[in-house]
T-cell receptor
Framework: DGGITQSPKYLFRKEGQNVTLSCEQN?????MYWYRQDPGQGLRLIYY???????QKGDIAEGYSVSREKKESFPLTVTSAQKNPTAFYLC????????????FGPGTRLTVL | RKEVEQDPGPFNVPEGATVAFNCTYS??????FFWYRQDCRKEPKLLMS???SGNEDGRFTAQLNRASQYISLLIRDSKLSDSATYLC???????????FGRGTQLTVWP
């Protein structure tokens, strides 16, 4: 089955800790994205990557970091510098960056205790 | 003005009703348009792309009005299973990023 996987589904973190969210795709897509969704809000872009070893900041990149060492993987690290990290994090991919349809993983719910 | 704007609703309609959602976008050069569906606490899933000539997929019809810069989604013969949040998605410039609206919440009651 082709698709996008995210793990874990639920994640709890203590204040001051960094945490890494996993995102893997086997769709052979070039572009990958990380979004954050807060209750009653739209999706906000954190980071995106068009190709391996390249990524760009989105609208709310502060307090987050990413890497793209492999085409299939785009992990997101939520650092202690992120002031309000509790949210629903969604990873997506598309064949190319830009106008192509984006397909989403099931998401990770992060709660900071 | 926000890049993509939607009426958040909620829209509450009985089974069998016809309901329509509109979405306005700010950039006249936008090229790609989509409607996504998001169920509660789940990821968004592509419902349909929106083409210039308008397109239909079963009970769902999407239309684009470039002159007024809006897209619409019409759902006929609503089902209980149509209850969800519908996200309007637009790219704001040629080969640009996609922008998501906040979504319109629909509840279909028996």
């Amino acid at each position: 089955d082709g698709g996008i996987t995210q793990s874990p589904k639920y994640l709890f973190r203590k204040e001051g800790q960094n945490v890494t969210l996993s995102c893997e795709q086997n769709l052979n897509h070039d572009a990958m994205y990380w979004y954050r969704q807060d209750p009653g809000q739209g999706l906000r872009l954190i980071y995106y990557s068009q190709i391996v070893n390249d990524f760009q900041k989105g609208d709310i990149a502060e307090g987050y970091s990413v890497s793209r060492e492999k085409k299939e993987s785009f992990p997101l690290t939520v650092t202690s510098a992120q002031k309000n990290p509790t949210a629903f994090y969604l990873c997506a991919s598309s064949k190319r960056e830009g106008t192509d349809t984006q397909y989403f993983g099931p998401g990770t719910r992060l709660t900071v205790l | 003005r926000k890049e993509v704007e939607q009426d958040p609703g909620p829209f509450n309609v009985p089974e069998g009703a016809t309901v329509a959602f509109n979405c306005t976008y700010s950039n006249s050069a936008s090229q790609s348009f989509f409607w996504y569906r998001q169920d509660c606490r789940k990821e968004p899933k592509l419902l349909m792309s929106v083409y210039s000539s308008g397109n239909e997929d079963g009970r769902f019809t999407a239309q684009l009005n470039r002159a007024s810069q809006y897209i619409s989604l019409l759902i006929r013969d609503s089902k209980l299973s149509d209850s969800a949040t519908y996200l309007c998605v637009v790219n704001l410039s040629t080969l640009g990023r996609l922008y998501f609206g906040r979504g319109t919440q629909l509840t279909v009651w028996p």
